[in-house]
């Protein structure tokens, strides 16, 4: 009787595949244990075991499995209910979710491996000199990678040596699964066993001579008293103000002796005791509300002002779930909240906190993996951005889900394009954890639940302290650049703010949604506008690398001297972004430190915190930047935040521009007067009269979410029906044209719901494909899996005719 394992592979296909096993290896094999196996005509996979069976698959001959990988599963059953449950919901393959799901440290890659033919005579005279090189090298070492004969014979192309080696029956290749993790070892320092008695160490302090290293020595024994524990080479070295050199002398001489030991990258030493959370009496009242609606329903909503204390509701509610053993799950929108909320949790909690999101290396992600695997108390609060999601929590027991109204929880690309917040609630349900969802300014969709009594409300409309909300000054920019009160782009009202707050010692936020020094760069003779090559944009100038980027595709140039269409050097630029607002504030407050934070001053692993701390630390008097600086940042010391453009987000070509940016101004606003002083927001606009600037300015968020859902349900938009964007591209305007046409008709013709398109969006061409988008909208009455079930046949269909085989088809569902 034959044994099976069936696996998901991490590619973008839809199915399980079949391998062949051992009877051994079939009572061996758990769900959720990975394994190499052969795919295709060479390649090797990590593939994730998710049962074994005996039936043969009827398609194919079954492969063999190359090696079982892992001694327990890695990721557990809820784990692949969920991912089946992403799959299905947003309409993408099981393959992707679970190549998403998993650190890529665990997705072993496969390398391509050269080593000699066995029992292959060679007659070194038909060898070019190159391949003789090659030929050498394996003589003294068993096998070489691609990239070492690439650093042998110092060529960058040598795939075609390699083939007439392989040719000449000189080599072979091979496929060799490496893995990628490997544990962090740290230096560490004890002195030498000689030394034990005290006679032996009076002897080796008279006989050393060198200052240098004495110093070192003594810092050792401070040390040593003081911290009661194993002293690491950096620690010592830092302690001492000494090198490593001094160092290495001492152990040379048998002073000291080394050793190391695996430190867990995730460990952070600062614990202090969880120390007691006093709450206000409105807090403890918010408090005690969720713990009650929590008795009936999963899912809360905590509605609370900026700056009313959301954080510490949230340090209790954890408080009182670790008590129970349980897991907690924290997620953040942005990266940048991370750094700030880490440092207050681990105040409470000192080193039960675990962090997981993208800017944390491979084999950091495969440690936080491993201790939420093992329910290590190391990890019992994981705080992370929408990645976390994925981790393999066994004991789930609440799910915090902070400024849950953010569009970065959507993923965008590569697929699955799910919504952390949603998706996140569905997990809760299968641990039967309960969720918090907190914002200031809740999406809409979340308060719609709300109303229709699907989630519990507790709000919270009294700022810490009882801080004032900020005073909303609004400056109609029309009218200052009529009466001549403008300097660059700033109104003469904002720039006396600015020195007022700065003259009292306080800090100024300035909020400016674009990056880059300006969005184009114009001819004033003929008025071209450079574009990119690439993409349907123009080109923003950037004037501190002095080029024109695209913030697409990445391509960039050199500013020109000159206009490339007609050779005349009046060229200026139009709009502006930070890098305009920082230079401009270097010439008002020439004597201020200005710091700016946007992608491109965070591209590092630390780059937000970097700037965060300094900001922090009051090294910064003015912080400029994009959206980054709206969400949840606490800085007590300032007072002032001025929003340089406000129509730059209202006039936005999407069905949320007016939610999103009563959220933006109001999130930025919040910002200010955090302590005990009440802070001021200026926002500079064209149209001082829009209904959403109204709103900010007297904080009325129920007015902004009953205009918009009256919108909303006239124009058939969520919440009331569900979106999906199906987008086409490809290299050939006709071909995409074409295949967009036939796909509308027939979605048209099986659907009896609005299908909108083929439309092309606003930026029609990215890094030379053309895109085309069709709209469905799906109404609350119709079933929502059958509708997707006739989509996904259309699209299957769409894919069999092969004239429209290579035009990429990409789904989003509830896109936004």
Same mark, same amino acid.
């Given at each position: ?12 296909? /839809? ?183 005290? +006679? ?56 000291? +002796? ?14 202090? %005791?969880?120390? #007691? ?31 009313? $204390? ?52 491979? !084999? ?87 109303? !229709? ?38 109104? /003469? ?12 010692? +306080? ?28 993409? #349907? ?46 230079? +401009? ?39 400029? *930047? ?15 935040? $001025?929003?340089? %453009? ?7 070509? #999407? ?17 200010? *007067? ?14 001082? !009269? ?8 007297? %904080? ?95 699209? %299957?269909?769409? /894919? ?17």
């Amino acid at each position: 009787m034959s044994h099976f394992v069936e696996v998901i592979l991490p590619l973008a296909l /839809d199915k399980t595949f079949t391998y062949q096993v051992s009877e051994t290896e079939y009572k061996y094999i758990k769900p959720g244990m990975r394994i190499a196996v052969p795919f295709g005509k060479s390649k090797m996979y990590t593939a994730l075991a998710i049962e074994t069976h005996q039936n043969p698959p009827t398609l194919y001959e079954a492969k063999e499995i190359h090696q079982i990988l892992d001694e327990n599963a890695i990721v557990n059953e809820v784990q692949l209910k969920h991912w089946q449950w992403i799959a299905s919901y947003y309409m993408c393959s099981i393959g992707e979710v679970y190549r998403a799901a998993l650190p890529s440290g665990f997705l072993l890659e496969s390398e391509t491996v050269i080593s000699l033919k066995q029992g292959e005579l060679v007659d070194e005279k038909t060898l070019t000199d190159d391949e003789f090189l090659v030929f050498e090298a394996l003589q003294y070492q068993s096998s070489l990678k691609v990239n070492d004969v690439v650093s042998i014979l110092n060529k960058k192309n040598v795939l075609p040596l390699l083939q007439k080696l392989i040719d000449k029956s000189v080599v072979s290749l091979q496929e060799e699964i490496h893995e990628s993790y490997k544990p962090k070892l740290v230096k560490y320092i004890k002195l030498h066993e000689n030394f034990s008695t005290d +006679e032996r160490l009076n002897e080796l302090l008279n006989s050393i001579k060198a200052e240098k290293q004495k110093e070192l020595l003594l810092g050792y024994f401070q040390l040593h008293v003081s911290e009661k524990k194993p002293i690491s080479a950096k620690q010592l070295i830092d302690f001492t103000s000494s090198n490593s050199s001094v160092l290495k002398k001492l152990i040379e001489k048998e002073v000291f +002796e080394e050793y190391h030991l695996i430190q867990d990258r995730t460990d952070f030493n600062e614990v202090e %005791n969880a120390k #007691d959370l006093t709450l206000s009496q409105s807090q403890q009242k918010a408090l005690d509300e969720i713990k009650n609606h929590f008795t009936t329903k999963d899912i809360c909503l905590l509605h609370g002002v900026t700056s009313s $204390g959301k954080t510490e509701i949230y340090s209790k509610l954890i408080q009182e779930t670790m008590q129970t053993g349980k897991q907690i799950l924290f997620l953040l929108p942005e990266i940048a909240l991370t750094t700030q909320l880490v440092s207050r949790l681990r105040k409470f909690f000192g080193n039960k906190v675990a962090v997981f999101h993208s800017k944390y290396n491979n !084999n950091e992600r495969v440690e936080v993996w491993n201790q939420v695997l093992q329910n290590s108390p190391k990890a019992q609060v994981v705080i992370g951005a929408r990645s976390a999601m994925f981790l393999p929590f066994s004991e789930l027991g609440l799910v915090i889900v902070d400024e849950e109204h953010e569009q970065n929880f959507k993923q965008t690309d590569p697929a699955p394009r799910y919504h952390a917040r949603d998706a996140v609630t569905v997990l809760a349900k299968f641990h039967q954890a309960k969720v918090l969802l907190g914002s200031a300014t809740p999406s809409l969709e979340t308060y719609y639940n709300v109303e !229709n009594q699907k989630y519990a409300l507790v709000e919270l409309f009294e700022r810490y302290n009882n801080t004032p909300l900020p005073e909303v000054i609004l400056v109609d920019l029309k009218d200052s650049y009529f009466r001549k009160r403008m300097n660059g782009h700033f109104s /003469d009202t904002l720039i006396e703010e600015i020195t007022t707050a700065l003259t009292l010692g +306080e800090q100024v936020i300035l909020f400016q949604n674009r990056r880059g020094y300006a969005p184009l760069l114009e001819c004033m003779t003929c008025g071209h506008i450079p574009q990119c090559p690439n993409c #349907d944009v123009s080109l923003t100038y950037h004037k501190f690398k002095n080029q024109l980027r695209c913030h697409y595709c990445g391509h960039s140039i050199a500013k020109p001297t000159h206009c490339h269409q007609c050779s005349s050097v009046d060229l200026t630029t139009k709009g502006f972004g930070t890098e305009q607002i920082e230079l +401009e504030l270097a010439t008002l407050f020439p004597n201020k430190k200005i710091q700016r934070m946007d992608q491109d001053t965070t591209r590092g692993k630390f780059g937000y915190d970097k700037i965060i701390d300094k900001f922090q630390n009051r090294e910064v008097d003015i912080l400029v *930047g994009t959206q980054m600086l709206a969400k949840g940042l606490d800085f007590d010391n300032v007072s002032l935040v $001025g929003i340089l %453009n406000a129509d730059n987000m209202l006039y936005f070509p #999407d069905f949320r521009a007016f939610e999103r940016s009563y959220q933006m101004m109001a999130q930025v606003s919040g910002r200010a *007067g955090r302590a005990d002083k009440r802070g001021k927001v200026v926002i500079q606009t064209y149209n001082p !009269n829009h209904n959403t600037i109204q709103q900010v300015t007297h %904080n009325n968020y129920i007015g902004m979410f009953k205009e918009q859902l009256y919108e909303r349900q006239i124009f058939k938009y969520p919440p009331f029906f569900k979106l999906i964007k199906i987008t086409l591209r490809h290299k050939e305007y006709e071909k995409v044209k074409e295949s967009s046409m036939w796909l509308y008709q027939v979605l048209s013709q099986q659907l009896k719901m609005p299908v909108l398109g083929p439309e092309e969006p606003a930026v029609s061409k990215i890094r030379n494909e053309y895109i085309r988008t069709i709209v469905i909208k799906i109404p609350d009455s119709v079933s929502l899996q059958g509708t997707k079930k006739t989509i996904q046949k259309v699209l %299957n269909s769409f /894919d069999v005719i092969s004239q429209y085989r290579s035009v990429k088809l990409v789904v989003n569902v509830d896109f936004g």
